[in-house]
């Protein structure tokens, strides 16, 4: 039983300390010699893949869950003869929970897991070796840009999210539901704060962002070059990234709005 | 003899298992080196070690006068852009057409133009036979020519060295006389100096000037293919002719067969009553 | 061509995501004016601020002008002390303007109702730093009831 947490504890600490040292190692790839000529096309390439891509299941998932979230609130909020404030609800739940979070984990299922396959099976065919051998450092060929595009792709699409849920959310509730046109926006503008909701919200998925996209390639990178090992790297990608981003939700909600 | 690689008792394990003992061997320029061996006893860690992907634990790797395990991470790169190597499965990137595999290493270690570029990368798959295959994808090239793509990618920026590894692997009799004449072809016309990692006696025999058996952590024989037609030694003689049963055992330690079986019996017999 | 397209979807993509920004910075949320740019800061004690909070906006006639920046306790007899920070565009309130707690509808959240005061030739305009006097405290439910039985008691 002791040998058991102790081995728990001990793969902890070894998972700890090799996802910090791959930390280093990629943000030394990251931060050292930028070269525009090079890498901007490779990161617009990459941004295509993970951005562009994921911005279809962003949108109609955005969609539907403004709409649901203004039909669930509606229901509630006209029993106090406070529809009004439906607003104020489906903007504030998007902008500071749903948008980053939401986000983040359909971001770790699109793009995360398809980084972690990509770049273990590039490892599996030898052609992150290959690139080694060629004197291009892989770091900084292959796992660089996809880390950027993430970074900066995932506030875009949480954003977007956002937007288009509170789209849906007005749908629902002006359009459908009844609730006045002028008294949706203006009570959702008298309640929603530019920095502390919507500053807040893209410094969440920022944070998110990060993590998730470190941890898919981090993921890809130390795999089994295997069939099976590729599988199981991808299937860690998804719920580690998603258990990190609920876990960090959590953290970075109480430390903006628990004070 | 000048040598290009020269490895001097050379250690390497990797984790538990000691993979070679004090390992040496020479690579003179311009010829053709085979490193011959069973399976299984790191002949592509050879390879690895000598560009420098794994680090020895004891001894020396030379490559044109430069030590490779003791090289910075930069150093390292000026000196691989000096070799290349030919990965088993071809490594081609799956992104890229088969003209873009070609330009990589250009695009990445030259400031050539585009016209300059163009005209290289077509030279290089002229040298392959496969110009008119430029806009195919690797995953529409048959193994035999994803393995010709990844030579030209690998002869585009002119090496002093090629690292073959087990490149006629899984190849249809055609392709691996293809490749044979080209690994040939390409070492006298381009003066280069090639390493042959496998496990096909017969095709790299016919062109190798030196080759090396590797068995036991260690060089257990050495010699122009003529001279290892006559070597006395039981393992040598098992591997060029390709037997199954010798030195190297067809059957992997274990218990006594007889006793084998008949503990299973008593297991299974005790476990009823 | 490839690359021409990726671009190109990129670029749309980009788009999008700063047309989401807009949308949201000026149609959803209220983009601040009173925090931001010129502001002053002036200062009121109250008896009792019900549940005023920092960032509650500080109001005249129902137009918003400013907003509470503090909250905190001052002097020997622990009053509560708000700081409103005020956009520098209403700098005309005199010193004889008041300041209340009020409720924006019967569950609705609290804010300061500013009042401004007659002006005369004989008092000044509030400065950054100020303090305003007069304050009326917020209304506190239980104290409304006990006071309505304690008047009724006394018929």
């Keep these: ?69 203004a039909l669930q609130g509606y229901t509630i909020l006209v029993d106090y003869g406070a529809e009004q404030s439906l607003g104020p609800m489906v903007a504030l739940s998007l902008l500071r929970e749903l948008g980053p979070v939401v986000t983040a984990l359909l971001f770790a299922g699109r793009a995360g897991s398809a980084l972690t396959a990509e770049i273990g099976l590039m490892k599996a065919t030898e052609q992150l070796s290959s690139l080694e051998m060629m004197a291009v450092d892989p770091l900084r060929r292959v796992i660089a840009p996809r880390f950027w595009a993430g970074l900066i792709s995932m506030p875009m699409l ?25 008294a949706f926006w203006s009570v959702m503008q008298s309640s929603v704060d530019w920095y502390d909701d919507l500053l807040n919200g893209i410094i969440k998925s920022v944070v998110f962002a990060f993590v998730v996209t470190w941890i898919a390639l981090y993921k890809g990178y130390n795999s089994t070059p295997t069939s099976a090992g590729i599988s199981s790297a991808t299937t860690s990608t998804v719920v580690t990234a998603s258990l990190a981003v609920l876990g960090l939700d959590f953290v970075l909600t109480a430390l903006m709005f628990g004070g | 003899m000048e040598a290009l690689v020269d490895i001097k008792q050379v250690d390497f394990a990797h984790g538990q298992r000691q993979i070679y003992r ?89 400031n050539l133009p585009e016209s300059m570029i163009r005209s290289i990368v077509l030279m290089k798959l002229q040298a392959v036979g496969l110009r008119g295959a430029r806009d195919l994808m690797p995953a529409e090239l048959s193994g035999g020519m994803a393995r010709r793509a990844a030579l030209a990618r690998a002869i585009a920026l002119d090496p002093e060295l090629i690292m073959y590894d087990e490149p006629f692997a899984g190849q249809d009799p055609i392709s691996m006389g293809v490749l044979v004449k080209l690994i040939k072809d390409l070492n006298d016309s381009l003066g280069l100096t090639s390493i042959i990692v496998t ?41 060029m002719g390709g037997e199954a049963d010798g030195p190297v055992a067809f059957h992997y330690p274990a218990d006594d067969y007889a006793q084998d079986l008949l503990a299973r019996g008593a297991a299974v017999t005790g476990s009823s009553k | 061509m490839e690359s021409r397209k990726t671009q190109l979807t990129v670029g749309i993509f980009v788009i999008i995501a700063a047309l989401a920004l807009a949308f949201l910075a000026f149609k959803a949320a209220s983009n601040s004016a009173t925090t931001s740019g010129e502001t002053y800061r002036i200062y009121a004690k109250f008896d009792n601020i019900g549940s005023l909070k920092v960032r509650s906006p500080v109001k005249v006639g129902g137009v918003v002008v400013g907003r509470v ?87």
Excluded: C
């Design chain 1, 158 to 182: 949480a954003l977007i999210f956002s937007a288009v849920g509170i789209y849906g959310g007005y749908m629902v509730g002006v359009q459908w539901l009844g609730v006045d046109d002028g």
């Design chain 1, 1 to 69: 039983m002791l040998d058991a947490i102790a081995s728990v504890g001990r793969q902890t600490l070894d998972s700890l300390a090799g996802m910090g040292k791959a930390l280093l190692v990629l943000l030394n790839a990251i931060i050292g010699k930028p070269t525009p000529k090079k890498s901007a096309p490779l990161l617009l390439q990459q941004m295509h893949v993970v951005g562009v891509k994921s911005l279809l299941i962003i949108i109609v998932s955005g969609l539907f869950i403004g709409m649901v979230l």
């Design chain 2, 22 to 110: 004090q390992l040496s061997l020479q690579v003179p320029r311009g010829k053709i080196v085979a490193v011959m061996g069973p399976s299984g006893i790191g002949k592509t860690t050879l390879l690895r070690l000598i560009g420098g992907q794994l680090r020895p634990q004891q001894g020396q790797i030379e490559f044109a006068g430069h030590n490779i395990p003791t090289l910075s991470r930069s150093a390292l790169y000026q000196v691989r852009q000096r070799m290349s190597m030919l990965f088993q499965s071809g490594a081609l990137f799956t992104d890229m057409s088969v003209y873009e595999n070609v330009a990589f290493p250009l695009r990445e270690h030259s």
């Design chain 2, 199 to 239: 496990h096909d006696v017969d095709e790299v025999m016919s062109i190798a000037d030196y080759a090396y058996i590797i068995a036991d952590q260690q060089v257990v024989a050495k010699g122009t293919p003529a001279e290892l037609a006559q070597v006395d030694n039981a393992l040598v003689k098992q591997f």
């Design chain 3, 69 to 155: 920046t503090s909250i905190s306790l001052d002097g020997e007899y622990y009053e509560p002390l708000v700081e409103m920070t005020i956009s520098s565009q209403f700098d005309e309130f005199s010193e004889t303007s008041s300041v209340s707690v009020l409720t924006s509808g019967l569950l609705g959240e609290q804010y300061l109702g500013l009042q401004p005061g007659f002006i005369d030739d004989s008092v000044g305009m509030l400065k950054d730093g100020d303090y305003i006097t007069d304050t009326k405290s917020a209304l506190v439910l239980e104290q409304l009831i006990g006071q309505f039985l304690f008047s009724q008691g006394n018929e």
